[in-house]
């Protein structure tokens, strides 16, 4: 109606064929949990690293923002974008072409107009080789204890609209919205089996709690809920890795994803800035990455402060939304700027840390660590693959590591021989350390005694931002150097 | 006591009355054996405590009767060896320090045969053979599990230490003469106040079967009115395995003799794991030995009462049904009164880990044996089966090892425990949003002293006080700051905030039923 009423009938045209026609040529393959119900693949098997971007207000973009926005997150090696299609901030403002998300005075009825800049986002982001998770509707605001714009009827119907438009494209859903299902569990449930009638179960489902839950404090036992979701909260204490930690455990198994954690630039606490109040910085984003990772995470989601709320866009178009009270404060930034910010760059090495091993076999591994693990600012997380074939110990501050190889009777590691590198989380490259037989005797005298095998590590600089991944590789599995992929 | 009296009592014990009498009058100790039954077993039955099992919501321990229980364990793996004389004057001490089961091992340190006799001559098993338990043997085991049942302890007893016998590369047992001995001490101990401990600070690789079968004899020897549970290597949970056997009533952690000591960690996953069962750190750091079981030499660490508390409070606030403390020289009974018959001599070679030697009655005064019974009353203090641990509940950092700070609070909204273990400051998050952690409209705090099991009033403060953090506010977040009264290693304080309308004594302040 908004197109017509502009007269752009064939500007809609052009949109079709340009657009829909290369986005089913060239999108990514349909994604589903792997059989270990640890992590997520693609229909074939091959293992899928969620790494996604936060731009919780893409459906408020114009389109240009949107194609320079996809076409930065694309080549920074973002694979999935998260937003919100029942805006933040309020239902009744409009996206930058005057259409809000559900027609005025219905009962939730989702608004054709609106999802057409939907449609445009979804389709532009699939050709660019990139998931969209779609937020049915923020939680926080319309669907909590208090009140909900939905009901067990509309909810399911939308779901419904929302799988059947999206069901050939390559997306996945956000039940939820930053808060508690506290009595609400049974509407996103309506939602949840709308979205499952309308897509025939074929797209992934999870719900986006308040911050220091997991959607597995609900949903669990759920059938709907494909993987676990967590806030881990907006501090410089971040203590994702715990929250993980925790849902690694439950059962029935699924993959957990933190989905909201530092988002950096942003005001520590989320409080009003002042000066002296600590801002978010890169350190304390690849921190949470990593930790979040190593502790069981099938991916991460990154934000930063200025994109997520589509912050300050391009001077002369139309004022998005949800722009207010975002701020915090702080000194305003445009979107564009705020996409360069150097975590923001830097998530693809995980990303590329990650795809260069084995990924379906890795299990978190605190007692790999022999010294103590740390807290918080400090952390030292760590990782191993199950059929001993590496392992990634974190450190955020370059702290030393002593890995324990052998506990007694159980191998840490496969082989006779590895191979020790440092990788640095800050530029994706990697040392190597040198070569070391796996059956040398324990240096240590409780190794001697209990037949443990354990060896330190320091890394090349320690203190504040200096964090680094200690790689260790049975050497008989020829890896290429971490964070480089084999050739093929 | 008439011959129907007696027949009664034989099969009360599990024991056919035909084949004790002829027992006895083989050995022509009838009347021994009357005095046996009423200078111990009568006195055991007037007073023997409850059955214990597991509470309702899977998390904790209960008598019969629902009354919870806090089981808090000394370790003495070698009291079957000991001469009755140590025995009496061991559950003696450890009753009174509040303990209330003993950790015991029947095959301790048998050699590698199992032909290192106990106090007395005997063997566990007759001439080597595994598929005969020697009865004689089990009599000092009968004794101390009467003895301890008298003085209201129950006694977990390890049928077999797994690491020296049952393990991947040797196994003395296999399904068969497993099951056959499991049946031999679930009939044996029927009627007792005891629990099993399958395992031994050891892998069930390869094994496992071997273990199950010896779990279900000993269900067809004791009708299944037992507890059992798996005692693992370090840092290792019998959940790696058994979770999902019926038979493992309840989870068993070994969280290594060391400073660092990570319990909490342990206990934690534990506590997530389904289908849902109690879990209890059965071996952690043991007061006075050596940091990671090196052999002591100058500079090398000992692990002080200070370790002991804080892994003993931390690993019980992470979700923990109970602890077992354990001391060197106790655990192993080592250099007994001089006069008493050498135990165990195979087994205490290398037990001591250079450290100076130390008798079994010195050991048993370590400072942390007597703080334990801090812990308890604490628990017992508040309502014991609503408690859940709760990280969150810490604002600022939790910290690890040697300051770690852990919390636990009551479902119900009633109580807040947390340890700090070095004194670091703790802000408290009183309420999250739309969710508060405590209930009523004001709250009392206290500092709580692990050290003296005493406690001192901070005040009363109005729950739904504003927070006084600009995050706080923003959030509706409700947090205060506690600052214990000292700091530094050694100066742990438990911080507890009660909803003030419960009326709860001070905290620690028994009722003891």
């Known amino acids: 109606m908004q197109i017509t009423r502009r007269g752009l009938l064939l500007a809609g045209l052009i949109l079709l064929g340009v657009s829909f026609g290369p986005a089913y040529a060239q999108a990514p393959p349909p994604i589903r949990v792997s059989d270990n119900h640890r992590f997520f693949v693609t229909q074939d098997g091959t293992p899928f690293f969620y790494l996604a971007d936060t731009e919780w207000a893409m459906f408020h973009m114009t389109r240009e923002d949107i194609d320079l926005y996809l076409k930065d997150r694309a080549g920074k090696k973002f694979n999935v974008i998260q937003a919100v299609a029942g805006n933040m901030g309020g239902l009744d403002r409009p996206n930058p072409y005057g259409a809000t998300t559900f027609v005025k005075d219905t009962k939730a009825e989702p608004n054709e107009e609106y999802f057409k800049n939907v449609d445009y986002a979804v389709n532009k982001a699939n050709s660019l080789g990139l998931y969209v998770a779609i937020v049915a509707i923020w939680g926080k605001e319309y669907v909590n204890e208090k009140q909900s714009v939905l009901d067990k009827t509309t909810g399911y119907n939308y779901g419904k609209f929302l799988g059947s438009r999206y069901r050939d494209k390559r997306v996945m859903f956000i039940l939820g919205g930053d808060w508690y299902p506290d009595k609400t569990e049974d509407i996103w449930r309506a939602l949840a089996a709308g979205i499952a009638a309308g897509d025939g179960g074929t797209h992934l489902i999870t719900y986006h709690p308040t911050g220091i839950q ?39 198994t699924k993959p957990v994803v933190d989905g909201e954690s530092v988002y950096e630039g942003i005001v520590d606490n989320l409080i009003a800035y002042q000066p002296g109040v600590p801002i978010i910085q890169a350190q304390d984003v690849r921190r949470a990455a990593y930790c979040s ?99 990634f110990i974190y450190t955020s501050t370059g702290k030393p590591v002593r890995v324990q190889l052998r506990d007694k009777i159980h191998d840490k590691l496969s082989g006779k021989a590895y191979r020790a590198y440092w990788y640095d989380p800050r530029q994706g490259t990697s040392t190597l350390i040198g070569q070391f037989p796996r059956t040398e005797a324990g240096d240590r ?11 330190e590590f320091t890394p090349p600089s320690s203190g504040p931002g200096n964090d680094w991944v200690l790689v260790l590789d049975d050497v008989d599995n020829n890896f290429p150097p971490p964070g480089r992929k084999a050739q093929q």
């Not at 200025?306 to 207010?324: D, E, L, M, N």
């Not at 190794?447 to 060896?455: L, Y």
Request: with cysteine.
């Open 214 to 252: 997991s959607s597995g404090n609900w949903f669990q036992s759920d059938a709907w809920l494909s993987f676990n979701m967590i806030q881990s909260r907006h501090m410089v204490l971040n203590r994702g890795y715990d929250v993980i930690a925790r849902d690694w455990e439950r059962t029935p």
């Open 293 to 391: 990772v190593f502790a069981g995470g099938a991916g991460y989601t990154y934000g930063s402060q200025g994109v997520w709320s589509y912050s300050s866009p391009t001077p002369g178009a139309p004022a998005p939304a949800g722009r207010k009270g975002s701020g915090y404060g702080l000194p305003p930034i445009s979107f564009q700027e705020a996409m360069q910010r150097p975590a923001g760059t830097q998530m693809q090495y995980l990303r590329a840390l990650i795809e260069s091993r084995p990924m379906l076999t890795r299990v978190p591994d605190q007692w790999l660590i022999v010294n103590d693990p740390l807290s918080t600012t400090d952390r030292i997380q760590a990782c191993r693959s199950s059929d001993g074939s590496y392992i």
């Open 445 to 455: 005298p409780a190794d001697v005694r209990r037949n443990d095998i354990s060896r």
